[in-house]
């Protein structure tokens, strides 16, 4: 999840939140898609023995075990494939953070599988916004919120990391909206 578009004005700032509903989500799906595909019709034409498959020969295939396997493999890729394909759909993790300071509210809302998850909070509670910056193999650049009394509350989520430009402006304007120090910069 990422920030798509900020609307801030003077009392209210409104972050987008962008969901699965991503290029790179898609093209993993359709790779898995693909794949799992590719599966079936081979575990079919080692059962058949007719070549569903142009490129190769899997009519030559034992059906027990290799076909079989195949099947099996076909089956969990195409599970896989609809999780996928439902998550992108309904474009589970889009959403919004909504800091209103005339109702002394942060908002922050997400679409689940099933359901909008919904987090609602006074801005009092808010102590701090930090910025999380880990690198490596697998890094983390995200916005959250050191709240009192709770664990903090991520505002960016897993996806593409965001420059880090952009997450210190992000930051620092969220911490001067709320009045707030910023922490995790040094």
């Known amino acids: 999840?990422?920030?798509q578009a900020?609307?801030?004005?003077?009392?209210?700032?409104?972050?987008?939140?962008?969901?699965?509903?991503?290029n790179s989500n898609v093209a993993i799906a359709?790779?898995?898609?693909?794949?799992?595909?590719?599966?079936?019709?081979?575990?079919?034409?080692?059962?058949?023995?007719?070549?569903?498959?142009?490129?190769s020969h899997p009519s030559q295939l034992l059906f027990v075990p290799q076909g079989l396997v195949m099947g099996l493999y076909g089956i969990?890729?195409?599970?896989?494939?609809?999780y996928f394909w439902v998550g992108i759909v309904l474009d589970v993790g889009a959403g919004e953070n909504c800091f209103n300071q005339d109702s002394g509210r942060l908002t922050v809302r997400r679409r689940g599988f099933r359901q909008w998850i919904q987090v609602d909070l006074p801005l009092d509670d808010i102590q701090a916004v930090k910025v999380d910056i880990r690198e490596g193999l697998n890094p983390r650049r995200r916005l959250a919120l050191k709240l009192r009394g709770r664990r903090d509350l991520p505002l960016?989520?897993?996806?593409?990391?965001?420059?880090?430009?952009?997450?210190?402006?992000?930051?620092?304007?969220?911490?001067?909206?709320?009045?707030?120090?910023?922490?995790?910069?040094?």
Do not use: C, K
């Open 1 to 3: 999840m990422t920030i």
């Open 6 to 22: 900020t609307s801030h004005s003077n009392q209210q700032i409104l972050q987008a939140i962008q969901g699965s509903r991503r």
């Open 30 to 55: 359709l790779i898995t898609s693909l794949g799992s595909i590719g599966f079936l019709l081979a575990s079919a034409s080692s059962y058949w023995h007719l070549d569903l498959l142009p490129a």
């Open 76 to 82: 969990a890729g195409s599970l896989l494939t609809v």
């Open 156 to 186: 960016t989520g897993v996806g593409q990391p965001m420059a880090l430009a952009e997450l210190e402006a992000s930051g620092a304007r969220l911490a001067s909206f709320l009045n707030v120090p910023l922490q995790g910069l040094s």
